[in-house]
């Protein structure tokens, strides 16, 4: 059995690996931090052109169930944020908005703007009115851990029943585990129960894990909070790789390798001043004049080296390849796209 | 609506000039088209001159920075920190210059002690190890928005009337006399005219627009700086280079960051500040040459300020002032030129100026009393400190047992937003965050901008989306140049609000 190894556990990582495992490799996959994929609203912006099938079938959960087409939510300021895939409770069907909306805040707590987002809301003719829950929450403890206990559920529950509305927005309260909650929530409540779409939250984070543990699941092989350190190229080549975590340092033998690292957003390339650069010093980086479009150059799905030649088993995927003309917001779409290609271009060799 | 004395420009001269003539029992009224300091009052690097940097150039000028110095550190202790300067002089410097600024400032009265190369990397440790020469002054750096708020606060509680967001749109001359001065209001509800006896332009860069609405000119050299400021206090001292006023020169440490400065530049308008990458280049490369760990440091934003000086401008232009009128209207004073640091003694001039046109005799107070009544202190702690240094006597309005942070790069309180909110001058996310720092921290606003306008619309029922544009356009300006660390938080920033929120894109 042929052993892949992949670098970065965001979108585009943990795609790839699980495209490779269900295609009968070995795949390690090596992350560390917070990949974007997490600090995103954990919806698909743009349609996918290439495999959607595939990327259906990755994303399917249980216990979060997802909605697809044209889709439209509110975002924690009240704008509309408009996508083609997001969980159940983040989205409408487009064309079928919401009569009322109760906004509902936390005391204390950021992450759902309701006097803003109802102001916002009523500008677009959408009926909407803020109301903020007491009971203090901290702005520093994260919310969904504030929503762990089930007492605060039901309070919850009780203090929604009240409003005369169709629609409740809520903060993005819960975790990947605790999804299932909105829907009891909205049992009990008796109202459409629609958390706002929220960046650097639960939601990314929620997306994250299902993503993680779906390579898992596929049998691939999770060093979390490791790094690559060193890649052992010859000959246009990577036979080995340095994977170190702590004070361990490991060599890997790989025959084919998928960068899936990270932007210089998330520390996956090097940005100094207002240049990217590869960390590994072996690929050949496009610069642009906007950094945001930086990354790695790719030939037919792999990455060049800096001779400018197409490396023969080492292929990218996602934000740290360089990408013409990347538009905000469609970077998980893509992420998973070029994962696609990525294997689709290993499975060639 | 009838005045006595029409005081036009809100930064630092005309809220000097409001306080001073209120103190004198004069009836007056000070309009602002935007915010307190919206002009080079907001736009400069803080600094509280010693005399120092002007001494071998413009003695007159060092003279007055020297005495204006003392003044405002016994009137106005609360926005001014008492860092000290240090002048450097490096291996690369003319060696003899140094001694003609010792001689310069001696004769100009500007008070300073040498120190012997080691003595300066003792009490400056990040200056440069081959530092040849060190003379310390009496620099400090000055917070600008709070002085002039609490020169705002002070006129009103003496009897002036102080608006803000009020900009004077047009004049009536009749027979040689400004007879009606016709006024814009943001919040509606103010008189669109006013009929003053005296109109003091007070308006600093758009001294020359203000007086062309009277059929008057006066010619200006308006000049661009540019500053860049870096996160966290880099130095203890203010920090200037010692030689002849040049770019790049003075690094002063304020509040959290600390500021680079300055360029020089031609200005084509006003609010021409815009500040280029050779700028940004130019002040690290020069400052570092002072302060070598400069380069490795973040630089969070940069800013640049219109300096009104009189005509010819530039480096070489001197940074006194005049006051000018002429026959086509008679009761018409334009102020120009001058400096933060020597603003109460140009306010001081305009006033004796004016109290003579209007037969008073009563006696400028301005150097004698405190702005506003002594900050009450809530102990000894950085945060009580912090309060006081922001908001001078109104710190104790601040409720402090109500420990919810809006901001927390700046570590902004959310009972600071309500208290700014409630004294009624701030309209905008960008008045609140002047007052406040809420929003001038690493993340220039990302988040924080978010939380104070939910308490803006709870409090005064504000616009969030123009409020919000105008914040975020006004903080992103800044951006252009961020690099490094700062442009990965920059392109965070922009994912969010306008790959999320759809901001930034909207027609």
Known sequence: MSHALVVGKGAAGTFSSWLLAKRGWEVTLVGRGTPSTALSTGCLRSVPNLCRAAISEFLNNESMPWASGEREGISRIGT?????????????????TPKSIAVVGLDGHPSLLPRVASALLNGRKIRAAPFTLAGQVPSEVPLASSFRKDEAWEDLAEELQKMSVETILIPSLVTLQDYHRLDQLEGRCGRDVLEAITPLGSPGQRLADLMLSKAGEAGVTIWDGRKVTALDVKDDVVVGATVVGGMDARHLSVDAVILATGGPLVDGLVLKEREVSDPFGKFRVVRSAAPLTGGYDSLEGMLVNTEGRAMVNVAGAGDCLSSGSREYGSGLTEALESAYRAVRALEGT | MRTDVLIIGGGATGAGIARDLALRGVNCLLLEMGDFCHGASGGNHGLLHSGGRYAVK????????????????SIAPFCIEDTGGLFVSL???????????????????????????????RSEPELISSVTRCLKVDDGSIDPFSLVQANVDDARSAGARVLNHCAVTGMTVEKGMVVEVKVRDRRGGVPSTMVPDIVVNAAGAWVDEVAKLAGCRVPMGLDQGSMLVMDGRQCRHVVNRLRPPSNGDIVVPNHTSTVLGTTSRP??????????????????RETAAMMPSLRARRAIRTYGGVRPLLSGGGREASRSFAMLNDERAGNLLSVAGGKLTTYRLMAEKVSDRVCGMLG????????REPLGPPAEGKGDSIPAARLVRKYGSLASSVDTTDTRVVCSCEQVLRSEVTAVLKAGDALTLADVMRRTRAGMGYCQGFDCSMSVLEIM?????????SSLSEFLGERERGLGQASGDQLRQEMLRRHVLIGVYGLGDRE
């Open chain 2, 457 to 465: 619309v709870e409090q005064n029922g504000a616009d969030p989306v």
């Open chain 1, 80 to 96: 509309s944020y408009r996508c083609w895939m997001s969980p159940a409770h983040s989205t409408w069907k487009q064309g079928e």
């Open chain 2, 267 to 284: 200005a084509g308008a006003p609010d021409d500040v815009a500040v280029s990458g050779e700028d940004v280049d130019l002040l690290i």
């Open chain 2, 58 to 73: 413009d003695p007159t000028s060092a003279s007055e920075c020297a005495l204006e110095n003392a003044v405002l550190r």
């Open chain 2, 91 to 121: 291996p690369e410097d003319d060696p003899s210059f140094a001694d003609t600024f010792i001689g310069s400032c001696r004769s100009a009265d500007v008070p300073l002690e040498e120190l012997t190369a080691r003595e300066a990397l």
């Open chain 2, 360 to 367: 008073n005799r009563s006696e400028c107070r301005t150097h």
